[in-house]
T-cell receptor
């Protein structure tokens, strides 16, 4: 199993829809989880962090964490064309304290 | 507040040469991490420095090395370049070390290395 795995994508949603991005991780003891957004030709930028089971909301973004299932997700409500980017899931792995990234999923929001 | 600054932004080298990349972190940030990004492998962790000490290292050969200076600026060096080293090298800074469980990184724009 890969350390941090994301659906290969790409994902295409219409403007105004909810985009759901999923991520699983292998290290059960991990405690810190992050979502980064990377626009084409740009560097990644942090958009959400989550440390406890449940939901964390920030504007149109909601991060969800389920440690028992080793699953973290990002929901983007009312998706906008400006949300079109690659979204990277990152986990600070308990075993080695390395921030490990998934390969990312490319989201395209159709006007 | 100035962001993370990486130099050079672009460089072309030939096989067998070596390259040094530089990173200046955000003021007050003591941790600098380096990542290699390629289309096939995504973002892969190279190493992390905190207060001039290497705190963590990824699974890269010894040709990849780094260091951090007392002002938190960092350099990474790749010796005996191979074609497969062509990639975007990203530096990221943070207030605390990844050993503390953090992952809130601020990335620079990267140095794009092409090896011919």
């Amino acid at each position: 199993q890969k350390e941090v795995e994301q659906n290969s994508g790409p994902l295409s949603v219409p403007e105004g829809a909810i985009a759901s991005l999923n991520c699983t991780y292998s290290d059960r003891g991990s405690q810190s989880f992050f979502w980064y957004r990377q626009y084409s030709g740009k560097s990644p930028e942090l958009i959400m962090s989550i440390y406890s089971n449940g939901d964390k909301e920030d504007g149109r973004f909601t991060a969800q964490l389920n440690k028992a299932s080793q699953y973290v997700s990002l929901l983007i409500r009312d998706s906008q064309p400006s949300d079109s980017a690659t979204y990277l899931c990152a986990v600070n792995m308990k075993a080695n304290s390395k921030l490990t990234f998934g390969k990312g999923i490319t989201l395209s929001v159709r006007p | 507040k100035a962001g993370v600054t990486q130099t050079p932004r672009y460089l072309i080298k030939t096989r067998g040469q070596q390259v040094t990349l530089s990173c200046s972190p955000i003021s007050g940030h003591r941790s600098v991490s380096w990542y290699q990004q390629t289309p096939g492998q995504g973002l892969q962790f190279l190493f992390e420095y905190f207060s001039e000490t290497q705190r963590n290292k990824g699974n890269f050969p010894g040709r990849f090395s780094g260091r951090q200076f007392s002002n938190s600026r960092s350099e990474m060096n790749v010796s005996t370049l191979e074609l497969g080293d062509s990639a975007l090298y990203l530096c990221a800074s943070s207030r605390t070390s990844g050993r503390m469980g953090t992952g809130e990184l601020f990335f620079g724009e990267g140095s794009r290395l092409t090896v011919l």
